[in-house]
Structures are given as C-alpha cells and as structure tokens.
C-alpha cells in the first residue's frame, strides 16, 4: 500500500487518545511504518501499558507517552514540549482523544461543559498548539481530527456529543481552507469520520464485537488507504452502513433545510415513511 509521505520511518506522530481504541490502532499501525510515537492519554495506566506494546515495535527511546487532558491548554502545551524536546518534530498529528458520556438537552452544565472541552476543546488545543511549528517547518504533515457521523446527520439521544462532532467538522474544514491558502504550507487537515467501531467508548458493556462493527485496526488500515489518496472526508463504512446508506441519510439531513422539513425529520414520525422511500430509491 502507498503512503501518504508524511508517514514514513523516522518522521513522528503525535496521537491523542493513543491509549485504546481507534487512537492506538492507529499508534501501532504508524509504529509499524517505522515512525516514532507520542501517545497523549488521560487515562495513566492504559498508557503506560500502550507505550510498553509501541516499544516492542519501535524500541523505548522512539514512543514517548505523556499523560494529558486534551481539554487542559496547558496539558497540550506541555505535551507539544515534550514531544518537540524528545523529536524535534511532528509529521501526523492525530486529534482523536474523545468521550461520549451521554447527555441531554436539559442535563447538567458541567456535562455539556466537559464533553465540548474535551471532544470539540480537544481538537482545538492541539491544531492551535502544533499547527504553527508544522507549518513552518515546511514539509508534508498531516492534522487528521476525529470527528463522528453523529456530527454529521445529528441523531436523537446524544445532544452534547452531537454538537461537539458537528463542531469538530466545522474547525477542521475551516481548518483545511486556512492550510491550502497559506503560502508554502505543506500541511493538510483531515476529518475522519469512523463508523460503528467496536471499542471501550462504543461497547456499551458489549465484550462481544457485534457483527456490524469494524475494529479499530479496520477503521485504521481505511484511514491510511484514503489519507494515501489525499481525501479530506474519510468517511468509515461498517458492517452494517455502507456508503451509499451514509450518502442518503446525509443527503436527507441537508434536505431538511432545502425542503423546508422539520428538524432532524428523519426520526419525525410524519417522515418516516418518506425518508425510507428516499433510501429505497436507490
Ligand atoms: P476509546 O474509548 O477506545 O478511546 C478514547 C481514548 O481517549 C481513551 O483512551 C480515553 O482515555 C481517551 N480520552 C478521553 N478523554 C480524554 C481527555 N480529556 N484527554 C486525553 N485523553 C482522553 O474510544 P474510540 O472509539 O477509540 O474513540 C476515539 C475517537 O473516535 C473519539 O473521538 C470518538 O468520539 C470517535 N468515534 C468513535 C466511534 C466508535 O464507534 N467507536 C464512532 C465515531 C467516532
């Protein structure tokens, strides 16, 4: 498989939430290809046990696993330190640590407050900590954030997760249209939107991985196929959506405002029955 030439032995990536699911799938994977590693994890022990797995494929004095919450400026400052003192450089920089508690549109304050700061906060820490030094350094680099479907066509049940992914989707477009214009620059955004991936967030105290999950390492090998291809929207199927269902139910999701539906009139129970001939449709 081609590579995207910012991942590549000896270049370095810095990966948030590298500790579980998604986000060390992807360490392992980059690990792998021979580049060096910065996890960032809030969680220490799940840490100290990812570094330890990152060092048997790239030896100790090539991962560096700090303890960050990506919600905390400072914490990402501190972690940009130490990478740039331990490498001296960054080529990936994967924001990807995320939560997903639950909420609704009543609840508590501090929820909607810590699920913004760390999923939407998160992504904008670590672009506004890292970009500037990627840009000027001046060779291909790569700012993938994790974004969800669920910021995407906005379903019921989840309103704080919700708008923290549509706003992940909004900064990183902003994002890539600020990089293509600035001279010289040799950095691209990426949005990777991950289907139903069968980790600790979405298990839901499943220990089984149901059938139309993909597993990380799945949700990883298509992020480095589309990366290669230089996609800005890597958007995941699974087991159970493949694109062409994603591609109606984004469609019908803009639709709402171009015919004038309801809000979110997919689950409206007056257009149920239109959104299932929409899909039919074909
Ligand atoms: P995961 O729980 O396996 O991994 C998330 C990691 O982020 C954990 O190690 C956790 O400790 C870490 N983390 C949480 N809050 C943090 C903070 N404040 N600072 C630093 N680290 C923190 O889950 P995952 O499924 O691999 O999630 C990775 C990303 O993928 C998330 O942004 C999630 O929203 C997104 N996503 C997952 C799915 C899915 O189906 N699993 C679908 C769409 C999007």
Redesign the pocket.
């Known amino acids: 498989m081609t590579s995207h030439p910012a991942i590549a032995p000896s270049h370095v990536a810095v990966i ?2 590298g ?5 060390f799938a992807a360490a392992r994977a980059f690990a792998e290809r021979g580049m060096k590693i910065a996890i ?4 220490a022990a ?1 840490l100290k046990a990812a570094g330890q797995v990152l060092a048997t494929l790239v030896g100790e004095d090539n991962v560096l696993a700090v303890e ?4 905390r400026r400072e914490d990402i400052a501190f972690l940009q330190e130490q990478v740039i003192a331990r490498f001296g450089k960054v080529h990936v920089l994967m924001n ?5 508690p639950g909420s609704t549109i009543f609840g508590a304050h501090e929820v909607w407050e810590r699920i913004l700061a ?2 939407l906060g ?1 992504i904008i820490n670590g672009t506004q900590v890292f970009a500037p030094g990627m840009i000027a350094r001046g060779e291909p680099a790569l700012i993938i954030n ?1 974004g ?2 669920q910021g995407i066509t906005t379903p019921p049940g989840d309103p704080a997760y919700n708008v923290s992914k549509a706003g992940v989707k909004a900064f990183t477009e902003a994002l890539q249209h600020e990089l293509r214009n600035t001279e010289g620059c040799k950095v691209s955004a990426h949005l990777l939107i ?1 289907g ?2 069968f ?4 298990a839901r105290g499943r220990t089984e991985r149901p059938a139309g999950a993909w597993t ?1 390492e799945q949700t990883v090998d298509f992020m480095l196929e589309r990366l290669a291809a230089d996609d800005f929207y890597i958007l995941c199927p699974d087991g159970d959506t493949p694109r062409a269902l994603d591609e109606k139910r984004m469609a019908w999701a803009m639709g709402d405002i171009i015919e004038n539906r309801p809000p979110l009139s997919r689950w409206h129970k007056d257009y149920g029955e239109a959104f299932k001939a929409f899909v039919a449709k074909g």
């Not at 500790?19 to 986000?23: F, Q």
């Open positions: 948030t939430g500790a579980s699911g998604i986000g960032a994890d809030r969680d799940a960050t919450d990506v919600g990807n640590a995320g939560m997903q760390v999923n998160g994790t969800s479907k991950p139903f991936v980790t600790p967030l979405a990380a």
